[in-house]
């Protein structure tokens, strides 16, 4: 089951803009299966994309948890 999770559950960064639990979901699931996301128009607070942008993460992934990864799951 944990292969089966791991190749298919993505995680979001929804309303959790705290660096250790981005680390942690990035080691976990892999940088491939996480996404940036912010729960619009709801939640519009321009300091998590600031808290998200600043963990120290390298620049490939954090690329990928906010870009490529969202790319790739959605076909654009």
């Not at 944990?2 to 942690?24: C, H, K, P, Q």
């Not at 998590?48 to 490529?68: H, R, Y």
């Not at 969202?70 to 076909?75: G, I, L, N, Q, R």
């Amino acid at each position: 089951i944990s292969d089966y999770m791991r190749d298919n559950l993505y995680i979001t960064t929804s309303g959790v803009a705290w660096g250790e639990a981005i680390i942690f979901c990035q080691k976990v699931p892999g940088v491939d299966h996480g996404l940036y996301a912010m729960d619009y128009p709801y939640q519009q607070q321009a300091y998590e994309v600031a808290a998200t942008d600043s963990v120290p993460i390298p620049l490939e992934s954090k690329k990928k948890l906010f870009q490529t990864n969202a790319e790739s799951v959605f076909s654009l």
